[in-house]
């Protein structure tokens, strides 16, 4: 069986929506004071499944839904009439029904009522019984006995055609089916889909559906009775509404899809299929993140532990050192008085405290001073190291390097920093000035940092960053980093120019929606993707078509992620598709 859903162009339909929406506006200011009278809707009682009486009496059928969702949009009060196709015809041509929600249009109908948009569109077809010559078109059942509904489309269209036959009037297609299925006539005309699924509907056997006649279509649309023109405008914005926020196209599936039965179990399977497989991912992507956590954590806990162990140390270190020192102090000061003394063991504890290397050089580099971390780096009892210059201690080249920062120091009377490498391990030294009582400089004090952990950290990351370079330029898939904010493209691989033959000198910095580099067939398929990734932060598997730097389409699927560039702007968000 054969329905068509009746759609504007995209852009017609645009236009013709901003006008509805437009209009309804001015209508709701226009009447704002105003309260409605209820519009009166016939619905027939046997033509199903545009319309028919349920089992609780009530109006059904997708033209009934079709009508409360459009008057539910345009806030239209409704009271529904049921009855006989006939009578339903009748009153809305004599002004007892402002609205019938299913009329096939035709000029003839044009003359005495006036039509709304069209909603759907049938075929009709002739029922005979089962052995019985097909009947293709109107032409090849001249002179015979054709049972319709009465004022039906298909006997209007006979009337108009000057039919040379029988015509045999009946209320419902039902009863026209019986009739023609007891053998008292030759065939009914109707649509085909209506037909077939009365037949099955009333268990009437012994008829077979013929081929769809091309004499004409039967195009439904709102019956409105005539002249009235401010109704027919709400009902077209109405309509024009619910086939854009799509509850026409869930109307149309619950009710005109009878005709492929296997298509529902195709969507459930799609479904279960897709279910299923956003479990399978959820419960990988769940472990991996698990053993990931796991893992971190450990390595979090071991840190911590060890971080730990080195505090107990050192705290057991500085305890005893301090310990060490008072009993110092304690006999110092029985031995020695003098508050210099005291002073000078004081400031050695805490230089010793402290886990930088603290040195003190005369000007002309000799050692005069070192902490115990400085000591201990130097693998030297301090009496070896103390007295003596730097190059009698380390290497040449460190020697002859921290000796000209030394004169650089004397020489300028202002502080420095530098950093340099001594078996294996880096430093960060900084080089002040020490001035005496009449303000020359006499001695330098130095202050030694290692920074050979951090070091690391900087090379590793900045191997981090290369191979994460590595595997975008080198990915087979096309993939591209795009500013959420204003769509410029800020770095794309070799699979966009391999799939779209467009130039890293083309994209990168342009818009995606520039004439020059218009790679989006549909600009609002874009837009769909950045309302999800505002949404949810993700888009993932959305198919949509693309355009090639030569003109040629090409079916693509993308998936897009949200991620914040922080080093740019901290609210600067990007997207990596």
Excluded at 41 to 66: C, K, M, N, R, T
Excluded at 208 to 223: M, N, Q
Excluded at 343 to 361: G, H, N, P, Q, V
Excluded at 509 to 538: A, M, S, V, Y
């Amino acid at each position: 069986m054969s329905i068509l859903k009746l759609q504007c162009s995209a852009h017609l339909f645009g236009i013709a929506l901003l006008l509805a929406l437009a209009g309804s506006l001015t209508v709701r200011l226009g009447h704002a004071a105003t309260v409605e009278p209820a519009i009166r809707v016939g619905s027939e009682v046997e033509f199903p499944p545009f319309a028919f009486v349920d089992e609780h009496g009530q109006a059904a059928g997708f033209s009934v839904d079709l009508i409360k969702a459009v008057a539910d949009a345009m806030d239209l009060p409704l009271t529904i009439t049921t009855g006989s196709w006939d009578a339903m015809w009748n009153g809305l041509v004599e002004g007892q029904f402002d609205v019938l929600p299913v009329v096939a249009t035709s000029p003839e109908r044009q003359q005495v009522v006036d039509f709304s948009l069209p909603h759907t569109e049938t075929f009709d077809a002739f029922f005979v019984r089962n052995g019985t010559l097909a009947i293709r078109d109107l032409a090849a059942a001249q002179g015979k006995n054709i049972v319709v509904m009465r004022s039906d489309a298909a006997h209007h269209a006979l009337l108009e055609r000057n039919f040379q036959g029988k015509l045999v009037l009946v209320d419902t297609i039902p009863a026209g089916l019986k009739l023609v299925a007891s053998g008292q006539h030759d065939a009914l005309l109707c649509s085909k889909l209506i037909g077939v699924l009365a037949i099955k509907q009333h268990g009437i056997r012994g008829l077979t559906a013929g081929p769809l006649i091309p004499d004409y279509t039967r195009v439904f649309a709102f019956g409105v009775k005539k002249d009235a023109d401010e109704l027919r405008e709400k009902l077209n914005q109405g309509l024009l509404i619910v086939k854009t926020n799509g509850v026409y196209d869930r109307m149309y599936e619950k009710w005109l899809s009878y005709d492929d039965p296997w298509r529902k179990y195709r969507q459930a399977l799609v479904i279960a299929l897709l279910a299923a497989t956003a479990l399978i991912l959820t419960a990988v992507v769940w472990l991996v993140m698990l053993r990931r956590q796991v893992n971190r954590r450990t390595a979090e806990l071991a840190a911590r532990n060890a971080a730990l162990e080195q505090e107990i140390a050192a705290r057991t270190r500085v305890e005893e050192e301090l310990r060490n020192h008072r009993e110092n102090l304690e006999r110092l000061i029985e031995e020695r008085t003098s508050a210099l003394r005291e002073s000078e063991t004081t400031l050695r504890a805490i230089l010793d405290a402290t886990k930088e290397s603290i040195w003190l050089f005369r000007d002309d580099g000799v050692i005069l001073m070192g902490n115990e971390t400085a000591i201990q780096r130097m693998r030297r009892p301090a009496n070896e190291v103390i007295g003596k210059q730097f190059k009698d201690i380390v290497p040449a080249h460190v020697a002859e390097s921290r000796q000209t920062r030394l004169r650089q120091v004397i020489e300028s009377g202002l502080g420095l920093e530098f950093e340099d490498e001594r078996g294996g391990i880096q430093f960060h030294h900084s080089f002040y000035p020490v001035t005496d009582r009449a303000g020359r400089i006499t001695r330098v004090a130095c202050f030694s940092r290692d920074i050979t952990a951090r070091k690391q950290a900087e090379q590793e990351l900045k191997e981090t960053k290369e191979h994460f370079e590595l595997v975008f330029n080198t990915n087979p898939d096309a993939a591209q980093i795009t500013r959420l904010t204003d769509g410029c493209v800020v770095n794309i691989n070799d699979g966009v120019t391999a799939m779209t033959g467009f130039t890293r000198e083309d994209i990168i910095g342009k818009r995606t929606l520039d004439l020059d580099i218009d790679l989006w067939e549909h600009p609002d398929d874009r837009q769909h993707i950045i309302d999800e990734l505002r949404r949810t932060g993700f888009c993932g598997n959305y198919e949509t078509m693309f355009k090639r730097k030569d003109g040629s389409r090409f079916v693509g699927m993308i998936s897009a992620r949200l991620y914040c560039n922080r080093s740019r702007d901290e609210a600067q968000k990007d997207t990596l598709s």
